[in-house]
């Protein structure tokens, strides 16, 4: 059909290849993962250093970083190949929240106060994790990469949610995003 050819036109087999590549390492560090950490709880042991490295990555990429199409998101690694360290940067942040939020779950269920009616934690069980995440959406605001903003916010949401069970905690995210 007429669809189909307008649809094959837009394929580029430069970047083809390039996604092929790039499917393959990741697939590659996935498998590799898998058998050299049998035990993913061995991470809780990390979960700072894993937290820092993730802020790094981001770091990293704003003072090296290439701006393209008002973004500033690759890192070019020679030949013309660009690498995205905020991809990696993802997954380090999803892997410090899931460790931080795991051990804290307690703390962060049982409200000591509240402001604004509205039930608050104690701040030392808090404020580590709302400070990495105020990090991490600083960092890729400035990067001018929204989507990963949202996308960082919505896990944390997701996750704080899961680990206390606490729809205020959520319902606040939520409403700040809005505002």
Known sequence: SAIGLVELDRINPALAADQALWVGVG???FIATVVLLPDHRILENYTYLIGLAGV???LITMVFGTRINGAKLWISIGGGQ???????????????LAAYLRDKRELLAIPTRRVMRL???PGAALAPVLLFLGACLSLVVILNDFGTALLFLGIF???IYLATGRVAYTGFGIGLFVI
């Open 56 to 58: 790094g990555l981001l």
């Open 157 to 159: 949401l997701a996750m």
């Open 82 to 96: 660009t690498v995205q360290l905020g991809e990696v940067a993802k997954v380090l942040v999803v892997v410090f």
């Open 119 to 121: 039930p608050v934690p």
């Open 27 to 29: 697939g590659a560090a």
